[in-house]
């Protein structure tokens, strides 16, 4: 069954929908917004200046759209600080490992069998130990902080990058414009960056967005354990655990970060799931 | 036989470079041993010299290895700086409550994925197989810790049906259970409706039923046969991703696990049960990969034939 070409419904830029770049651009604020967060001491009195004499007022209380948590803090700055931090964290260890994992792939497919079988050992060790794990290990040698949050989760994110690019460089060097650039005399450190990186950009971006999102869940996840964001820093993560601790006296923190977090992977992998579709003609086509 | 021998031999260098990881953690990690357990400002310097020559600490880093992976082999997994309790008592009782909860959610990831999978593909784009996606997808983006507090909320302390957290009956296990469960389960019922699609068109369905092979056993044991194999992968990584979640679930439910036990040894910097713990779960991850590779030779004849070598 030929499929009629669908014509899209939405203006397109470089191929790819507006809407998904507006979604983008949108993380991208949010991320602003978490650098801004995490530099400008003086900004945080917004969310983190206490009223005992307001505590777990619900959403739309008087002067509190979202209402308040245990210590009586505006609960809506604190969602949105916290949000940011997230997505800065998302951002900064997506950009991390997408750059290794191109790096290590690359190495690991276009400079030889010693190249291969040394970084395929390498990435095994990284993923015996999962993610989560080797941060809570890393945070117990860092001491907890978003510091070790990051550099954890970007030291077990390139390895699953570094796979998928080997793959593709592994059929990309077959091609006659690669080996001709060779006999050119083109080293092929100069190949890589002219010929393999511009091919491999589709699938960069792809599992970026996509990293984004499990940095940002799994960041979530270890501050929950209190491993990552020390308080007072808002972290959806922090305020999910301190959530737990009063869910008799107050449900909207836990629904609201929680639902917060879901939202925002349920966009990225929509962003990533649509780029892909986009950027990648050989996988276009759904069944 | 010899690709067994050297998917053998690989996992266990993956081993081997995973103990030095964990040993170099153990190093770097601020505050040795003896600070932790002797004070040292009131302490002799006899005393700490004594202890420092006891643990090796002086040794050369090479033979303070050796002695490391000495241990691990002969079960002596050194002493808690905590409660002095042997590391590998604590790791023994933890290990029972993980692998409880771990085998309960494997069961229901699959006993519920597995047929989902399989009818949602038979029916596709009716509404089950509709539901089932979406259902699915939703699993798939609500992180599982979330999951974990909305279901409490619910079931836990608006209802009253079901325990907050703690062990004790079997009440206990059925949060921590479906939630663990819950993304594995989503991920197993879309490679078996996938996996069941490709497969059912495949020639020798066709054949099958242009025999007049019932149509109920093309189904449920021709086509699940051939489509298990990428299952079968998939759960060996899910392994991997299980044992991740598993360590925060048990935290949220308070469940005695490894997972608690490793957080809380990080978070009391007791360094040889964190270590032992992290290269336990190292372990495991390596061997259900090795497990997957060879289960997936032995299911599936056409490995065999394009990894090299006879049975």
């Given at each position: 069954?030929a499929?009629?070409?669908?014509?899209?419904?939405?203006?397109?830029?470089?191929?790819?929908?507006v809407?998904?770049?507006?979604?983008?651009?949108?993380?991208?604020?949010?991320?602003?917004?978490?650098?801004?967060v995490?530099?400008?001491?003086?900004?945080?009195?917004?969310?983190?200046?206490q009223?005992?004499?307001?505590?777990?007022?619900?959403?739309?209380?008087?002067?509190?759209?979202?209402?308040?948590?245990?210590?009586?803090?505006n609960?809506?700055?604190?969602?949105t600080?916290?949000?940011g931090?997230?997505?800065?964290?998302?951002?900064?260890?997506a950009?991390?490992?997408?750059v290794?994992?191109?790096?290590i792939?690359?190495?690991?497919?276009?400079?030889g069998?010693?190249?291969?079988?040394?970084?395929?050992?390498?990435?095994?060790?990284?993923?015996?130990?999962?993610?989560?794990?080797?941060a809570?290990?890393l945070?117990?040698?860092?001491?907890?902080?978003?510091?070790?949050?990051?550099?954890?989760l970007?030291?077990?994110?390139?390895?699953?990058?570094?796979?998928?690019?080997?793959?593709?460089?592994?059929?990309l060097?077959?091609?006659?414009?690669?080996?001709?650039?060779?006999?050119?005399?083109?080293?092929?450190?100069?190949?890589?960056v002219?010929?393999?990186?511009p091919?491999?950009?589709?699938?960069?971006?792809?599992m970026?967005v996509?990293?984004?999102?499990?940095?940002i869940v799994?960041?979530?996840?270890?501050?929950f354990l209190?491993?990552?964001?020390?308080?007072?820093?808002?972290s959806l993560?922090?305020?999910?655990?301190?959530?737990?601790?009063y869910?008799?006296?107050?449900w909207?923190?836990?629904?609201?970060a929680?639902?917060?977090?879901?939202?925002?992977?349920?966009?990225?992998?929509?962003?990533?799931?649509?780029?892909?579709?986009?950027?990648d003609p050989?996988r276009?086509?759904?069944? | 036989?010899w690709y067994?021998l050297?998917r053998?031999g690989?996992?266990?260098?993956?081993?081997?470079?995973a103990?030095?990881?964990?040993f170099?953690?153990?190093?770097?990690?601020?505050?040795?041993?003896?600070?932790?357990?002797l004070?040292?400002?009131?302490?002799?310097?006899?005393?700490?010299a004594?202890y420092?020559d006891?643990l090796?600490l002086?040794?050369?880093?090479w033979?303070q290895?050796?002695?490391?992976?000495?241990?691990?082999?002969t079960g002596d997994?050194?002493i808690?700086?905590?409660?002095?309790?042997?590391?590998?008592?604590?790791?023994l009782?933890?290990?029972?409550?993980?692998?409880?909860?771990?085998?309960?959610a494997?069961?229901?990831?699959f006993?519920?994925?597995v047929?989902a999978?399989?009818?949602?593909?038979?029916h596709?784009?009716?509404?089950?197989?509709?539901?089932?996606?979406?259902i699915?997808?939703?699993?798939?983006?609500?992180p599982?810790?979330?999951?974990?507090?909305?279901?409490?909320?619910?079931f836990?302390?608006?209802?009253?049906?079901?325990?907050?957290?703690?062990?004790g009956?079997?009440k206990n296990?059925?949060l921590?259970?479906?939630i663990l469960?819950?993304d594995?389960c989503?991920?197993?019922?879309?490679?078996?409706?996938?996996?069941?699609l490709?497969?059912s068109?495949?020639?020798?369905t066709?054949?099958?039923?242009?025999?007049?092979?019932?149509t109920?056993?093309?189904n449920w044991?021709?086509?699940?046969?051939?489509?298990?194999?990428s299952?079968?992968?998939?759960?060996?990584?899910?392994?991997r991703?299980?044992?991740?979640?598993t360590?925060?679930?048990?935290?949220?439910?308070?469940?005695?696990g490894?997972?608690?036990?490793?957080?809380?040894?990080?978070?009391?910097?007791?360094?040889?049960?964190?270590?032992?713990?992290?290269?336990?779960?190292?372990?495991?991850?390596?061997?259900?990969?090795?497990?997957?590779?060879?289960?997936?030779?032995?299911?599936?004849?056409?490995?065999?034939?394009?990894?090299?070598?006879?049975?």
């Open positions: 069954m499929r009629a070409a669908r014509r899209p419904f939405v203006p397109r830029y470089l191929g790819v929908s809407l998904l770049w507006g979604l983008l651009a949108i993380f991208g604020l949010l991320a602003v917004v978490g650098w801004i995490l530099m400008v001491p003086s900004l945080s009195t917004v969310w983190t200046d009223s005992l004499r307001s505590t777990f007022l619900p959403p739309f209380s008087e002067g509190y759209l979202l209402g308040t948590d245990n210590l009586g803090r609960f809506a700055w604190r969602l600080a916290g949000i931090v997230s997505v800065f964290v998302g951002v900064l260890v950009v991390i490992s997408v290794l994992g191109l790096v792939g690359i190495f690991a497919g276009y400079f069998r010693a190249a291969d079988a040394g970084t395929n050992v390498v990435i095994d060790v990284t993923w015996a130990f999962p993610e989560i794990l080797l809570i290990v945070a117990g040698v860092l001491g907890p902080g978003l510091e070790a949050v990051i550099l954890a970007s030291l077990t994110g390139w390895a699953a990058f570094a796979r998928i690019v080997r793959g593709e460089v592994l059929s060097r077959e091609r006659d414009y690669v080996a001709a650039s060779r006999v050119l005399g083109y080293s092929k450190v100069t190949v890589s002219r010929h393999l990186l091919n491999l950009l589709p699938i960069t971006m792809v970026a996509y990293f984004m999102a499990v940095a799994a960041e979530a996840g270890l501050s209190g491993l990552g964001a020390q308080p007072p820093t808002p993560g922090g305020i999910l655990a301190q959530g737990r601790d869910l008799n006296s107050s909207w923190p836990v629904v609201l929680g639902g917060a977090l879901s939202i925002m992977v349920l966009v990225l992998n929509y962003v990533s799931d649509g780029l892909r579709d986009h950027l050989r276009g086509v759904r069944r | 036989m067994v050297q053998v690989y996992a266990l260098l993956v081993i081997f470079l103990s030095l990881v964990t170099a953690a153990l190093r770097v990690a601020p505050g040795d041993a003896i600070t932790s357990m004070n040292p400002s009131t302490t002799p310097a006899e005393v700490i004594e420092r006891r090796g002086d040794l050369p880093i033979e290895y050796l002695r490391y992976v000495g241990g691990l082999l997994f050194g808690s700086l905590i409660d002095r309790q042997p590391v590998i008592e604590i790791v009782n933890g290990a029972l409550a993980t692998v409880i909860l771990a085998v309960a494997f069961i229901v990831a006993g519920i994925g047929p999978g399989v009818l949602a593909a038979l596709k784009d009716s509404p089950f197989d509709r539901i089932v996606r979406a699915g997808s939703f699993f798939n983006s609500v599982n810790f979330v999951l974990a507090l909305i279901l409490v909320l619910v836990a302390v608006q209802l009253r049906w079901l325990p907050v957290s703690g062990t009956s079997w296990l059925i921590p259970t479906l469960a819950a594995p989503a991920l197993t019922m879309r490679v078996t409706r996938t996996s069941v490709e497969q068109g495949a020639d020798f066709r054949t099958l039923r242009a025999r007049g092979i019932p109920r056993r093309v044991v021709h086509i699940l046969r051939n489509s298990l194999n299952v079968v992968s998939l759960g060996a990584v899910q392994i991703t299980l044992l991740g979640y360590l925060i679930v048990e935290v949220i439910f308070r469940w005695p490894l997972g608690s036990q490793l957080v809380q040894s990080i978070l009391n910097r007791d360094y040889p049960v964190a270590s032992a713990l992290a290269l336990l779960l190292a372990v495991v991850v390596v061997i259900a990969s090795a497990l997957g590779d060879l289960v997936l030779r032995w299911v599936d004849p056409r490995i065999r034939v394009s990894t090299g070598g006879g049975r």
